[in-house]
């Protein structure tokens, strides 16, 4: 009656990957594709996909797996290291799509100074990561982090009312908050 006894749905692990810029997060993500050609990059938004098709047409000539999350059907995921170029700010619209491709994992890139982040006061967590004496090209990855992140996803959920797409992640923010 009120799934007081339903189990709760088991999520897709994410790991997080944080980088202090966006600068510093596309040099990262070049650099693991780098290692391991064979890797799967998706993003959820067009313009991040559009800058990193010239991120990367800048750095090589060679093929690049990268797609927009709504064109991914599944199967040119089978049994290939994926990766994600950020967050979408709705947890549970990961979640369902880490389920429609049988994820286990999820490992998503996201910065500092990109809008999910500056949303929740990213700004100031640079400043401070600088004064530890992180450097610029530093990643931080950390359960405690990813967990944060889903706690700020869930509080921007409970504002979303009804959800209208966007092609960037500032302009999904500036429309649907």
């Known amino acids: 009656m009120f799934n007081l006894f339903k189990k ?12 202090m810029s966006e ?4 040099n990262g993500i070049v650099n693991e594709w780098k290692e391991n050609p064979q890797l799967v990059i998706i993003t959820w938004f ?10 990367f047409a800048e750095n ?17 995921l089978a ?12 947890p549970v619209k990961e979640q369902d799509a880490f389920g429609r491709w049988q994820l286990k994992e999820a490992v998503v890139h996201s910065a500092m100074d990109e809008p999910l982040f500056k ?32 706690n700020a996803q869930e509080k921007i959920e409970k504002k979303v009312v009804a ?14 908050l």
């Open 163 to 176: 959800e209208t797409p966007a092609n960037s992640q500032q302009e999904w923010l500036q429309r649907n």
């Open 8 to 19: 709760k749905e088991a999520s897709v692990k994410v790991t997080d990957k944080i980088w």
């Open 46 to 55: 067009d313009a991040t996909y559009r800058h990193l098709q010239t991120v």
């Open 23 to 26: 600068e510093a997060k596309w």
């Open 79 to 90: 049994g290939r290291k994926i990766i994600f170029a950020e967050h979408y700010p709705l």
């Open 119 to 150: 949303h929740f006061g990213g700004d100031k967590i640079i400043e401070m990561m600088k004064q530890l004496g992180m450097k610029e090209d530093g990643v931080i990855t950390h359960r405690m982090i990813s967990h944060a992140i889903v």
């Open 60 to 76: 090589t000539t060679s093929t690049v797996s990268l797609f927009i999350a709504r064109q991914v059907t599944g199967p040119e």
